[in-house]
């Protein structure tokens, strides 16, 4: 089959012929009709984000359609239109069995620890293989099984509720997935903050009230547009110690700042004048959970969120394709805009 594939760090993905794969007990094989390609593939290929080994198929934002079964799996779900879970974990540890399998010890991810999607086909457990509904496209389930999802974890962890007020820091694939889902979920208000006008405008054109970060104060900004009270929820994408900063010192009173983006320093908190005073919340999130897809997938059919917008943009299963999409990707001013790799 064929695969492009990871072979080099620093190096362009290079396509091969390997071996399809045969699925073992409890795996099943499904083929690839649509893989996102994420800003995290474009750090694995340059180094920032580490791969369990090489070469190594990339792509963790899978959908297709299930083409054979190891033993142990009903030969029924031949023919089923799935979407992947990319994380797979042992199920039985203490984690696992508190529905929390980012934290097992086992646990594994396709497209880095494991060959992922940006091939013909791809193995996984049953369990990761997620049925998909007819009206769900594939490509837009590629890229609800990333940043939607994870974007939908972040709200959760965040306790937000119908009515509060959200703002979303970073306007990339998390946060014009934060900016529907938090539309979708019946945000008062969603202000999100970026410093490329690119993707200001991006945010803007979603509904949001658009903040440019090297235009103003942010948190002044934000106080502003919320009466002076601060926002309920805070979804931090970027992570600077600047932008987790200001995501805190933006909160309402008993506000929420979920942190997402993997801080490359750390961020200095005045415990008394940003925290306690005001009993706000620093609240870590990672990954995303199995029934969180299921809570996405029932909230696309429901006519709620609309994936269309942000998967405008498909490219075949080619090497030049791929790499050009994972360049665009490594410059910032890129759009907001996410690419899949589509397989008729
Ligand atoms: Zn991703
Ligand atoms: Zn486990």
Redesign the pocket.
């Known amino acids: 089959m064929k695969a492009i594939r990871i072979s080099a760090i620093g190096e362009r993905l290079t396509q091969e012929e390997i071996p399809e794969p045969t699925p073992a007990a409890g795996e099943v094989v499904v083929a690839v009709r649509a893989a ?1 390609i ?1 800003h ?1 593939d474009a750090h694995y290929r340059s180094g920032i984000g580490s791969l369990a080994r090489l070469p190594m198929t990339p792509g ?2 899978v959908a297709g359609i299930i083409e054979s079964v190891g033993p142990g799996v009903s030969r029924k779900r031949i023919g089923e239109r799935v979407c992947l879970h990319y994380l797979i974990t042992c199920g039985e540890c203490r984690y696992c069995r508190r529905n929390i399998g980012q934290f097992c010890p086992d646990v594994s991810m396709i497209g880095k620890d494991r060959d992922g999607g940006y091939a013909e086909y791809i193995c996984v457990p049953e369990q990761n293989a997620l049925s998909l509904p007819d009206d769900i496209p594939f490509t837009h389930a590629a890229v609800m099984m ?2 939607f999802v994870t974007a939908l974890h972040a709200l959760r962890k965040a306790r937000f509720t119908e009515g509060e007020s959200v703002a979303i820091f970073g306007v990339g694939g998390l946060g014009v997935a934060g900016i529907g889902l938090s539309t979708a979920l019946g945000a008062s208000k969603i202000i999100a903050i970026d410093k490329n006008s690119a993707k200001v405008e991006a945010a803007r054109s979603m509904g949001a009230i658009g903040i440019n970060a090297s235009e103003t104060d942010v948190v002044e900004a934000l106080m502003d547009h919320t009466g002076g009270l601060g926002v309920d929820v805070a979804l931090e994408f970027v992570g600077l110690p600047v932008t987790s900063k200001q995501a805190v010192q933006s909160l309402a009173v008993q506000g929420r700042a979920a942190m997402v983006g993997l801080a490359n320093a750390p961020t200095p908190v005045d415990m008394y004048k940003d925290m306690i005073g005001k009993e706000r919340e620093i609240i870590g999130v990672s990954d995303h959970l199995p029934n969180e897809i299921d809570e996405l997938i029932a909230l696309v059919q429901q006519g709620r969120l609309d994936i269309a917008p942000v998967t405008s943009k498909t490219v075949p299963l080619d090497e030049t394709a791929v790499n050009e999409v994972l360049d665009e990707l490594d410059d910032y001013r890129g759009k907001a805009i996410r690419t899949v790799i589509e397989i008729e």
């Open positions: 996102g994420c995290s963790h934002e990333c940043s």
